[in-house]
């Protein structure tokens, strides 16, 4: 059976919530809808956080993402929202997205978010 979209990131316990430790993500294949030209917009985003009791889960994640694909949106405002779930999933301790989009119109586009202290999730 299919997979399809999905907005609603699922976790799992982790299994050292005693201990600081980094957990990367490289997601890239994202894409969305620009809103005001209807065209795709391609991008890498870039997820690094410290988890406290809970981490992300995989696939829900992939599924979260692919959810974008047919989603007009900013790219500030998509990876601010990226942020936010992550955020409301999983109280992380600390966490940092960017997202990395492609040329359009001769300029490229990063946009990075953080929650608590994720300096060192450079």
């Known amino acids: 059976m299919p997979s399809t979209p999905s907005t609603e990131l699922q976790t799992f316990p982790n299994p050292a919530s005693k201990r600081d430790y980094v957990i ?9 809808i620009c809103p005001i030209t209807g065209q795709p917009d391609f991008a890498t985003i870039r997820i690094r956080y410290v988890p406290d ?6 696939k829900s994640l992939k599924l979260y993402l692919w959810s974008y694909r047919d989603a007009g949106a900013f790219h500030e405002a998509v990876t601010n929202k990226i942020l936010d779930d ?4 999983t109280n ?12 359009r119109g001769g300029i490229t586009t990063t946009v990075i978010a953080t929650h608590g202290n994720a300096e060192a999730l450079r």
């Open 53 to 58: 009791a809970l981490c992300v889960e995989l």
């Open 24 to 32: 990367a993500f490289d997601c890239p294949e994202f894409t969305c």
């Open 86 to 89: 992550i955020v409301k999933a």
């Open 92 to 103: 992380p301790r600390a966490v940092r997205v960017e997202g990395a989009f492609l040329v």
